[in-house]
Every structure is written in structure tokens, then in C-alpha cells.
Nanobody, 123 residues
């Protein structure tokens, strides 16, 4: 059974940092595009950052560019999201996802989704 399990969420003050992890099990994802998405209450799910498996190409949402960094550790089958200079508007449930097609993730479509981890940024 394939699973993506996020961790690292929590409550942080504005200006603080968090590091999210997404550990995969059940298959290897080194050949899959992977990414992070978020959904705030009353809003649609949005792309945060995605990374291509084939060429390492990375796409960030404009709202997080320069503050968030996505990375992967294929030996650990894990994708990370380092979040710095957090703002109250970053508050959301953060989901990791994986798909063979990078273009699918750009369209917020994925074969595999994690269960989500809550990030709350207080002002």
C-alpha cells in the first residue's frame, strides 16, 4: 500500500520557520514529480512548490518565492518543504503529493496525496 505521510506542522509566530517532511512508503518515488500544496479554510487547494524528477525543475507559487524551499532525499524517499519568514496568510493544511507527470502537479492533480499537516502562523 502506497502512503505519503506529512509531518512537521504546528503553530509558529510570524517570522518563524518550519520544516515539513513527507515520507513515502510502498514504492519508490525518485522517478515521480513531487510537491507541496495547501488549503486554507474556505479556499481552494493551491500549489506551493513542485519539483520535477526528470530535470529537477522547481516551480514556486509567487506568494512563497524566496521564503520556501522544496527539496528531496531519494535515499529516504522523502520530500521536504523549508518554510522561512512565515506569515499569517501561510496558515493552511499542507499536503504533499506525487505523480509521474510534472504537468499534472501543476494542475493540482496527483496520483498520490498525503493526509495533510496543519500549519498555523500567529501574528
Amino acid at each position: 500500500q502506497v502512503q505519503l505521510v506529512e509531518s512537521g506542522g504546528g503553530l509558529v509566530q510570524a517570522g518563524g520557520s518550519l520544516r515539513l517532511s513527507c515520507a513515502a512508503s510502498g514504492r519508490t518515488f525518485s522517478d515521480y514529480a513531487r510537491g507541496w500544496f495547501r488549503q486554507a479554510p474556505g479556499k481552494e487547494r493551491e500549489l506551493v512548490a513542485i519539483i520535477s524528477a526528470s530535470d529537477g525543475n522547481i516551480l514556486y507559487a509567487d506568494s512563497v518565492q524566496g521564503r520556501f524551499t522544496i527539496s528531496t532525499d531519494n535515499a529516504k524517499n522523502t520530500v521536504y518543504l523549508q518554510m522561512n519568514s512565515l506569515k499569517p496568510e501561510d496558515t493552511a493544511v499542507y499536503y504533499c503529493a506525487a505523480d509521474r507527470a510534472y504537468s499534472h502537479l501543476r494542475g493540482i492533480v496527483a496520483a498520490y496525496w498525503g493526509q495533510g499537516t496543519q500549519v498555523t502562523v500567529s501574528s
